[in-house]
C-alpha cells in the first residue's frame, strides 16, 4: 500500500499521538495568539477614541481662542470705517460660532428627518433665501425649503448667513396655514407628519 494513502488511524500509534499532540499545540498556539491579538486591538481602539477625545476639545478650545481675538478685532476695524475687513471678520466668526456650536450644514429641508422628538431642537448653518417651497406659518411642514422657512419666519434676511435653531413640534393635530411675509409666499397644506418652528440661534 502507498504509505501517503494510509489515514491518520492506520499510523503507527507512537507517530499519531505526535501528530495529535502536535496539532493540539498550534490549535493552542493559534488561540492564544487570536485571544492577544483581540485585546491588542480593544486596547488600540480605546486609545485611539481617546486620542481623538481629547484632539476634538484642543480644536474647540482653539477655536474658542481665535473667537475672542478676532471679535474685538472685527469691532476695531468698524469703528475705523474699514468695513470690507470687518465684515470679512464677521463671516470668520459666525463660521466659528456655527463649529463651536456644532451646528449642521443647511440640509435643504427636514424631510429626512424621521419622527424627532417633540420639543427637540437641531441647529443649523443657513443663508436666507426667498427660492424654495414652504408651507404654513410659524409652523411649517419637515419637508418645507429651510433658507426660505427662516426669511418667512423673520430670522434670517435674503441672502443673511446665520445660526438658525429648529424646535420639532407636535404636528398631529395642526393644519398648516399659508401666508406672505417678508417677501415669501407659504403654502397651506391640511396636515403632516412632522412641523418645526424656527429662530435665531
Known amino acids: 500500500m502507498d504509505p501517503e494513502l494510509l489515514t491518520l488511524d492506520e499510523l503507527p500509534r507512537e507517530a499519531r499521538e505526535?501528530?495529535?499532540?502536535?496539532?493540539?499545540?498550534?490549535?493552542?498556539l493559534r488561540n492564544e495568539a487570536n485571544r492577544q491579538a483581540i485585546e491588542i486591538r480593544a486596547r488600540a481602539e480605546r486609545v485611539a477614541s481617546e486620542l481623538e477625545v481629547r484632539a476634538t476639545e484642543a480644536v474647540r478650545?482653539?477655536?474658542?481662542?481665535?473667537?475672542?481675538?478676532?471679535?474685538?478685532?472685527?469691532?476695531?476695524?468698524a469703528r475705523e470705517g474699514r468695513l470690507d475687513e470687518a465684515l470679512a471678520i464677521r463671516d470668520r466668526i459666525r463660521s466659528l460660532r456655527a463649529s463651536l456650536l456644532q451646528a449642521l450644514p443647511d440640509p435643504g429641508s427636514l424631510a429626512y428627518v424621521r419622527e424627532p422628538q417633540v420639543g427637540?431642537?437641531?441647529?443649523?448653518?443657513?443663508?436666507?433665501?426667498?427660492?424654495?417651497?414652504?408651507?404654513?406659518?410659524?409652523?411649517?411642514?419637515?419637508?418645507?425649503?429651510?433658507?426660505?422657512?427662516?426669511?418667512?419666519?423673520?430670522?434670517?434676511?435674503?441672502?443673511?448667513?446665520?445660526?438658525?435653531?429648529?424646535?420639532?413640534?407636535?404636528?398631529?393635530?395642526?393644519?398648516?396655514?399659508?401666508?406672505?411675509?417678508?417677501?415669501?409666499?407659504?403654502?397651506?397644506?391640511?396636515?403632516?407628519?412632522?412641523?418645526?418652528?424656527?429662530?435665531?440661534?
Open 18 to 28: 505526535a501528530i495529535e499532540e502536535a496539532e493540539a499545540d498550534i490549535q493552542q
Open 120 to 201: 427637540s431642537t437641531m441647529l443649523f448653518d443657513v443663508v436666507g433665501s426667498s427660492d424654495g417651497v414652504v408651507w404654513g406659518t410659524d409652523v411649517y411642514t419637515a419637508d418645507s425649503t429651510l433658507a426660505a422657512a427662516a426669511v418667512h419666519a423673520g430670522v434670517l434676511a435674503e441672502g443673511q448667513r446665520g445660526l438658525v435653531r429648529v424646535t420639532f413640534v407636535d404636528a398631529l393635530n395642526i393644519e398648516f396655514i399659508g401666508s406672505l411675509r417678508n417677501g415669501v409666499s407659504s403654502q397651506d397644506y391640511p396636515s403632516w407628519p412632522t412641523g418645526y418652528r424656527i429662530d435665531r440661534a
Open 61 to 77: 478650545q482653539r477655536q474658542l481662542e481665535l473667537y475672542r481675538t478676532l471679535r474685538p478685532i472685527q469691532d476695531r476695524y
